[in-house]
């Protein structure tokens, strides 16, 4: 329209529509400063051209200024049809923008124009998204995104069907062709290369394509589009690899920016719907990636989610889709907190085996600053070259080269960030007990010494071992429970101290409501890290940290302090340490070690270091 009035081409017109550009209509040219010809302020291109016209029609809209409306109709070349001439105020106003401005459209052709095709973008995505070697036949074909290769398909959700209980399993075809009826190995999130747990070989039922709310029947689909699978839906958790051929190694995992830090329990009120309970969360575990479903040792049932308002929709989802409407009791949301280490141990531990023929000596000490994160993010892990970990060990964080090379395990769940290191020296039998060393280290830090909650940020170090000549005698019935209490010692020695979760808070605010915010923040021990003005607008982006346990009720809280001003966002970021000393009975630390220990049914108090420690 703006092109054919000016004479000008449609692209260049586009560019300057945006930026620094106003136009002069004493001159007709177009300048990148604001004052016109006749030393007046002039417009910006994009408020002239294209807002004001839009709140132009609004107004006249809401209005009802008839002639108005008809004079810009034309000028747009907008024709309205049948009833569509009768509408007045909202629904008008609707049918006018969706003609004007469709969304969909829009969309559609941002995405055609700006993201790149899959045979473009498998040619270098395949470096970090396959996990096997970057030259085998599947990564060929995901690489050249050829139809005719071995089938490589990434399940990436679980769609609810219409079926109670039945999902969809709808992923994106890397290479191949996925077919109905076509024999596949499905490989889980847990699967390994070369072994068989959470590896299964089925045939798929029906392949179907999934268009917003319809599902079209389809007979094959080929690389570079997406697909809904029936029929596979009992063999996949959450996500899946699918392949033909049988030396293709799994897709790497989605990683998410938010980790499930706020828990509730929930529970039928009526005892005997327990079994319908069971199966809901089973498929809100399936449909949801981000939820995590557990059963604690009390039997209570757990559901994770990363936030108040997160778990707010999965459990009102768990109670009207998946349970059937089965009335359900939820406790208040119970946030997670990890357990560290803030110095390095006191003392070497000692820990005899049962039978006293075994002796474990260790001390712990905190990680150097990052290094957690790094293992968080996968810079790090347990899959590594032992050398290269090793290297950027002690390069980047100063550990002895050789300590570095002798890591155990990392843990909980064999990839947390914690870490048992061997630093003994000509120890006999040491490789026999490594496998029930690593046990224990998985047992003491899924439940730490303080609150039974897990470990974070602990490097435990075996100073020196003494174990019995006789393998009968060193078994792992012997060496798990006395390494687990060697651990718990070493922990309690090392200064432990409490985690807490953190939100990174943004608010979008106008500058008079800003006194609210901070007031607001102040009350729950947040604090404001940094406030930049939106250019050209009224508005603040303010950018805070606020711990999760005070983040219950913060939305309605500001909204109330603001005038319902400000709109937050809060999403984790990191683990801070609580202040005080878990110890001292006045310090905001020792309460949440209290309410936890509480809340577990465990004893009162931290267990004393005596429990653990041995006498020589």
Known sequence: MYAKKFGVERSKLMSRLWGDNYFDPATKKWKTNPTGSNGKDIPRAFCQFILDPIYKLFDAIMKDHKDKIEKMLKGLNIQLKGDEKGFTGKNLLKT???KFLPAAEALLEMIVVHLPSPVSAQKYRVENLYEGPKDDEAAVSIRNCNAEGPLVLYVSKMVPTTDKGRFYAFGRVFAGTVKTGQKVRIMGANYVYGK??????????????????YVEPIEDVPAGNTVGLVGVDQYILKSATISTSDTAHPMVQMKFSVSPVVRVAVEPKNAADLPK??????????????????????????????????????????????????????????VSFRETVSAVSSMTVLAKSPNKHNRLFMTAEPFPQGLSEDIDN?????????KTRGKILSDKYGWDATEARKIWCFGPDTTGPNMVIDTTKGVQYLNEIKDSVVAAFQWATKEGVLAEENCRGIRANIMDVTLHTDAIHRGGGQIIPTAR??????????????????????????????????????????????????????????????????????????????????????????WQQIQGDPYKGDT?????????????????????????????
Not at 199 to 209: A, D, E, G, M, N
Not at 378 to 386: H, L, M, R, S
């Open 277 to 334: 309970l069971v199966e809901g969360l089973k498929r809100l575990g399936k449909s949801d990636p981000l939820v995590q479903c557990t059963i604690e040792e009390s039997g209570e049932h757990i559901v994770a989610g990363a936030g108040e308002l997160h778990l707010e929709i999965c459990l009102k989802d768990l109670q009207e889709e998946y349970c059937g409407g089965v009335p359900l009791k939820t406790s208040d949301p119970v």
């Open 378 to 386: 996968k810079v790090i892990n347990e899959k590594d070259d032992p």
């Open 588 to 616: 905001k630390s020792a309460q949440v070690v209290t309410s936890i220990r509480k809340r577990k049914g465990l004893k009162e108090g931290i267990p004393p270091l005596d429990n653990y420690l041995d006498k020589m």
């Open 96 to 98: 006018v923008m969706k």
């Open 485 to 574: 209490r060697c651990f718990y010692a070493a922990f309690l020695t090392a200064s432990p101290q409490m985690l807490e979760p953190v939100y990174l808070v943004e608010i979008q605010t106008p500058d008079n409501a800003v006194g609210g915010i901070y007031s607001c923040l102040n009350k729950r021990r947040g604090h404001v890290i940094s406030e930049e003005q939106k250019f050209g607008t009224p508005l603040l982006h303010v950018k805070a940290y606020l711990p999760v346990m005070e983040s219950f009720g913060f939305t309605a809280d500001l909204r109330s302090q603001t005038s319902g001003q400000a709109f937050p966002q809060c999403v984790f970021d990191h």
């Open 196 to 213: 068989k747990e959470d590896l299964y070989v089925k045939s798929i039922q029906r392949t179907v394509l999934m268009m917003g709310r």
